[in-house]
């Protein structure tokens, strides 16, 4: 009787070590979707003023700017264990399987973010000229990235 207690006592733990586990997974998940939606909150008006669809305001280009940059810089390790693909969780993300086996080449992709949104953040209050450039580089590292490791659809 006392083996069997301690069996069933063992599969119960097992059991909600799994479901912890997949709970830790599908939050690490929801969490880079949500820190990339903050990112795109404060991408997307710099991006309708260089496209003069809002007016330029320097302090508020600036602002959202510096804003990205910190968030580029946060530690976001976290947001992405393995088995939280695409082919793992259909439905739930974008992210491709192969990110995980071309890790060290990802990394590259998320330094130039990096490098290119503290430029932006440097460059952005000074003008729409200054603006655009500095996009334009977020941009292609962002979409450089993308293509490569995010599907078009969940």
């Not at 302090?59 to 793992?88: F, H, R, V």
Request: glycine residues 4%; proline residues 2%.
């Amino acid at each position: 009787m006392k083996m069997f207690k301690i069996l069933v006592i063992s599969l119960a733990l097992c059991s909600m070590q799994n479901v912890a586990h997949a709970d830790a997974i599908n939050d690490a998940i929801k969490a880079r979707i949500s820190f990339y939606q903050v990112a795109k909150h404060y991408f997307v008006p710099l991006a309708a003023m260089a496209k003069g669809d809002i007016e330029y305001n320097a302090e508020q280009a600036k602002l959202n700017a510096k804003i990205i940059e910190t968030l580029s810089q946060m530690n976001t390790d976290s947001m992405w264990p393995e088995k939280s693909s695409k082919t793992d969780r259909p439905g739930q993300t974008r992210a491709l399987a192969k990110i995980w086996s071309e890790y060290d080449a990802a990394l590259v992709k998320l330094k130039n973010w990096k490098d290119t949104s503290t430029v932006l953040a440097k460059t952005a209050g000074n003008g729409l000229d200054e603006l655009r450039k500095g996009l334009s580089a977020v941009n292609k590292a962002c979409t450089a990235c993308h293509d490569t490791y995010r599907a078009e659809k969940f």
